[in-house]
Protein backbone atom coordinates (compact mmCIF):
# COMPACT_ATOMS: atom_id res chain seq x y z
CA UNK A 1 0.00 0.00 0.00
CA UNK A 2 1.20 3.74 -0.92
CA UNK A 3 2.60 5.23 2.43
CA UNK A 4 0.71 8.68 1.46
CA UNK A 5 -2.81 9.58 0.58
CA UNK A 6 -4.07 12.07 -1.30
CA UNK A 7 -7.21 13.50 -2.28
CA UNK A 8 -8.38 12.12 -5.84
CA UNK A 9 -9.06 15.28 -7.13
CA UNK A 10 -9.09 19.08 -6.75
CA UNK A 11 -9.81 22.08 -8.83
CA UNK A 12 -7.97 25.54 -8.77
CA UNK A 13 -9.24 28.58 -10.41
CA UNK A 14 -6.26 30.18 -13.09
CA UNK A 15 -3.80 32.25 -11.73
CA UNK A 16 -4.87 31.54 -7.94
CA UNK A 17 -2.67 29.43 -5.80
CA UNK A 18 -3.11 25.72 -5.34
CA UNK A 19 -2.48 24.06 -2.54
CA UNK A 20 -2.41 20.61 -2.87
CA UNK A 21 -2.46 18.07 0.68
CA UNK A 22 -0.82 14.86 1.45
CA UNK A 23 -1.09 13.13 4.69
CA UNK A 24 1.95 10.77 5.20
CA UNK A 25 1.80 9.52 8.81
CA UNK A 26 3.87 6.56 9.29
CA UNK A 27 7.09 8.54 7.53
CA UNK A 28 9.95 7.96 9.49
CA UNK A 29 12.85 10.30 10.47
CA UNK A 30 15.21 9.65 7.67
CA UNK A 31 12.52 9.55 5.04
CA UNK A 32 11.93 12.78 2.63
CA UNK A 33 8.48 14.08 1.23
CA UNK A 34 8.93 14.19 -2.51
CA UNK A 35 6.68 15.79 -5.16
CA UNK A 36 6.28 14.81 -8.88
CA UNK A 37 3.85 15.52 -11.80
CA UNK A 38 2.52 14.07 -14.99
CA UNK A 39 0.89 15.73 -17.51
CA UNK A 40 -0.85 12.81 -20.04
CA UNK A 41 1.02 10.25 -20.45
CA UNK A 42 4.25 11.41 -20.38
CA UNK A 43 7.47 10.61 -17.59
CA UNK A 44 6.89 11.76 -14.20
CA UNK A 45 8.49 15.38 -13.69
CA UNK A 46 9.91 15.88 -10.26
CA UNK A 47 9.16 19.08 -8.56
CA UNK A 48 10.16 19.37 -5.36
CA UNK A 49 11.60 17.99 -1.94
CA UNK A 50 12.10 18.16 1.33
CA UNK A 51 12.86 16.64 5.01
CA UNK A 52 11.56 18.69 7.70
CA UNK A 53 12.07 22.47 6.93
CA UNK A 54 9.99 24.44 4.26
CA UNK A 55 11.29 24.43 0.61
CA UNK A 56 10.58 26.77 -2.40
CA UNK A 57 11.81 26.77 -5.79
CA UNK A 58 11.09 28.00 -8.85
CA UNK A 59 8.33 25.70 -9.22
CA UNK A 60 6.66 25.89 -6.25
CA UNK A 61 6.55 26.11 -3.01
CA UNK A 62 6.30 22.89 0.45
CA UNK A 63 4.88 23.31 3.54
CA UNK A 64 6.19 20.23 5.34
CA UNK A 65 4.13 20.15 9.10
CA UNK A 66 6.07 20.05 12.32
CA UNK A 67 5.47 16.15 13.20
CA UNK A 68 6.18 15.76 9.68
CA UNK A 69 3.13 13.69 9.01
CA UNK A 70 1.59 15.86 6.71
CA UNK A 71 2.87 18.27 3.84
CA UNK A 72 1.03 20.62 1.23
CA UNK A 73 2.30 21.04 -2.35
CA UNK A 74 1.67 25.22 -3.27
CA UNK A 75 2.11 26.32 -6.98
CA UNK A 76 1.65 30.05 -6.17
CA UNK A 77 0.22 31.14 -9.71
CA UNK A 78 -1.86 28.14 -11.12
CA UNK A 79 -2.03 27.99 -15.25
CA UNK A 80 -3.29 26.28 -17.45
CA UNK A 81 -0.15 23.76 -18.05
CA UNK A 82 -0.04 22.95 -14.60
CA UNK A 83 -3.18 20.64 -14.85
CA UNK A 84 -1.56 17.06 -14.30
CA UNK A 85 -1.79 14.36 -11.87
CA UNK A 86 0.38 15.03 -8.94
CA UNK A 87 2.37 12.43 -6.64
CA UNK A 88 3.75 12.63 -2.93
CA UNK A 89 5.97 9.45 -2.15
CA UNK A 90 8.26 9.38 0.83
CA UNK A 91 11.93 8.64 0.32
CA UNK A 92 12.42 4.80 -0.31
CA UNK A 93 14.24 2.41 -2.16
CA UNK A 94 10.86 0.99 -2.99
CA UNK A 95 9.28 3.58 -3.91
CA UNK A 96 5.60 3.33 -4.37
CA UNK A 97 3.23 5.67 -6.06
CA UNK A 98 -0.07 6.01 -5.00
CA UNK A 99 -2.69 7.39 -7.16
CA UNK A 100 -1.89 10.79 -6.94
CA UNK A 101 -4.03 14.10 -7.07
CA UNK A 102 -5.94 14.73 -10.09
CA UNK A 103 -5.30 19.03 -10.17
CA UNK A 104 -8.12 20.93 -13.03
CA UNK A 105 -7.14 24.45 -13.50
CA UNK A 106 -10.02 26.17 -14.46
CA UNK A 107 -9.70 29.30 -16.62
CA UNK B 1 22.27 16.58 -22.14
CA UNK B 2 21.19 14.72 -18.88
CA UNK B 3 18.62 12.00 -19.64
CA UNK B 4 17.21 8.24 -19.59
CA UNK B 5 16.27 6.73 -22.70
CA UNK B 6 13.71 4.36 -23.20
CA UNK B 7 13.51 2.25 -26.60
CA UNK B 8 11.63 1.27 -27.86
CA UNK B 9 8.38 3.74 -27.60
CA UNK B 10 5.84 2.13 -28.69
CA UNK B 11 5.89 -1.66 -29.93
CA UNK B 12 2.95 -4.26 -30.37
CA UNK B 13 3.50 -8.03 -30.09
CA UNK B 14 2.33 -11.07 -29.64
CA UNK B 15 1.81 -13.48 -26.62
CA UNK B 16 4.56 -15.56 -25.83
CA UNK B 17 6.99 -13.87 -28.56
CA UNK B 18 10.17 -12.47 -25.94
CA UNK B 19 10.62 -8.90 -25.91
CA UNK B 20 13.35 -6.88 -24.21
CA UNK B 21 12.93 -2.90 -23.04
CA UNK B 22 16.17 -1.05 -22.95
CA UNK B 23 16.92 1.81 -20.80
CA UNK B 24 20.11 4.01 -20.83
CA UNK B 25 21.24 6.94 -18.57
CA UNK B 26 23.71 9.47 -18.89
CA UNK B 27 24.03 11.08 -15.69
CA UNK B 28 26.31 7.91 -13.91
CA UNK B 29 23.13 7.11 -11.39
CA UNK B 30 23.54 4.37 -9.10
CA UNK B 31 20.06 3.61 -8.62
CA UNK B 32 17.60 2.77 -11.44
CA UNK B 33 13.80 1.29 -11.62
CA UNK B 34 11.04 0.46 -13.62
CA UNK B 35 7.41 1.26 -13.49
CA UNK B 36 4.55 -0.04 -15.13
CA UNK B 37 1.16 2.47 -14.93
CA UNK B 38 -2.32 1.01 -15.30
CA UNK B 39 -5.54 2.83 -15.42
CA UNK B 40 -6.96 3.81 -12.31
CA UNK B 41 -3.94 2.13 -10.16
CA UNK B 42 -1.02 4.78 -10.68
CA UNK B 43 2.31 3.98 -10.77
CA UNK B 44 3.81 0.39 -9.47
CA UNK B 45 7.34 -0.23 -9.16
CA UNK B 46 8.69 -3.63 -10.76
CA UNK B 47 11.89 -4.66 -9.77
CA UNK B 48 14.65 -1.54 -8.96
CA UNK B 49 18.45 -1.75 -9.11
CA UNK B 50 20.78 -0.07 -6.55
CA UNK B 51 23.79 -0.36 -8.52
CA UNK B 52 25.61 -2.56 -11.05
CA UNK B 53 24.92 -6.09 -10.44
CA UNK B 54 22.18 -5.28 -7.21
CA UNK B 55 18.58 -5.87 -8.34
CA UNK B 56 15.60 -6.26 -6.07
CA UNK B 57 12.11 -6.76 -6.42
CA UNK B 58 9.52 -4.23 -6.54
CA UNK B 59 5.90 -4.92 -6.21
CA UNK B 60 4.54 -6.08 -9.17
CA UNK B 61 7.73 -8.36 -10.49
CA UNK B 62 5.91 -11.31 -11.22
CA UNK B 63 6.63 -12.07 -15.72
CA UNK B 64 9.47 -9.21 -15.62
CA UNK B 65 13.23 -9.68 -15.22
CA UNK B 66 15.47 -7.51 -15.52
CA UNK B 67 19.68 -7.07 -15.13
CA UNK B 68 22.42 -4.67 -14.23
CA UNK B 69 25.32 -5.78 -16.10
CA UNK B 70 26.82 -2.19 -16.48
CA UNK B 71 25.83 1.25 -14.68
CA UNK B 72 23.62 3.08 -17.62
CA UNK B 73 21.82 0.22 -18.33
CA UNK B 74 18.86 -1.83 -17.23
CA UNK B 75 17.22 -3.62 -19.50
CA UNK B 76 13.74 -4.94 -18.65
CA UNK B 77 12.87 -8.57 -19.94
CA UNK B 78 9.94 -10.19 -20.60
CA UNK B 79 10.57 -13.91 -21.48
CA UNK B 80 6.83 -14.80 -22.45
CA UNK B 81 4.53 -11.73 -22.60
CA UNK B 82 1.05 -11.99 -21.83
CA UNK B 83 -1.64 -9.81 -22.37
CA UNK B 84 -1.91 -8.77 -18.34
CA UNK B 85 1.41 -6.76 -19.05
CA UNK B 86 -0.10 -4.25 -21.63
CA UNK B 87 0.75 -1.26 -20.21
CA UNK B 88 2.62 1.73 -20.20
CA UNK B 89 5.81 1.59 -18.94
CA UNK B 90 9.07 4.05 -17.11
CA UNK B 91 12.25 3.94 -16.70
CA UNK B 92 13.90 5.76 -14.25
CA UNK B 93 17.23 7.00 -12.18
CA UNK B 94 18.65 8.62 -9.64
CA UNK B 95 21.61 9.45 -7.71
CA UNK B 96 22.84 8.02 -5.03
CA UNK B 97 26.45 7.58 -4.08
CA UNK B 98 26.66 10.20 -0.99
CA UNK B 99 23.27 12.20 -2.41
CA UNK B 100 20.77 10.13 -0.52
CA UNK B 101 18.16 12.46 -1.15
CA UNK B 102 18.16 13.45 -5.26
CA UNK B 103 14.81 12.94 -7.27
CA UNK B 104 13.87 10.33 -9.70
CA UNK B 105 14.53 11.37 -13.53
CA UNK B 106 12.34 9.75 -15.51
CA UNK B 107 12.17 8.13 -19.24
CA UNK B 108 9.36 9.71 -21.64
CA UNK B 109 7.71 6.02 -21.33
CA UNK B 110 6.92 2.94 -23.61
CA UNK B 111 3.77 1.68 -24.49
CA UNK B 112 3.21 -1.83 -24.58
CA UNK B 113 0.77 -3.78 -26.44
CA UNK B 114 0.86 -7.52 -25.87
CA UNK B 115 -1.94 -9.38 -28.12
Known amino acids: DAKTTQPTSMDCAEGRAANLPCNHSTISGNEYVYWYRQIHSQGPQYIIHGLKNNETNEMASLIITEDRKSSTLILPHATLRDTAVYYCIVRDDKIIFGKGTRLHILP | EAQVTQNPRYLITVTGKKLTVTCSQN?????MSWYRQDPGLGLRQIYYSMNVEVTDKGDVPEGYKVSRKEKRNFPLILESPSPNQTSLYFCASRQDRGHSNQPQHFGDGTRLSIL
Open chain 2, 27 to 31: MNHEY
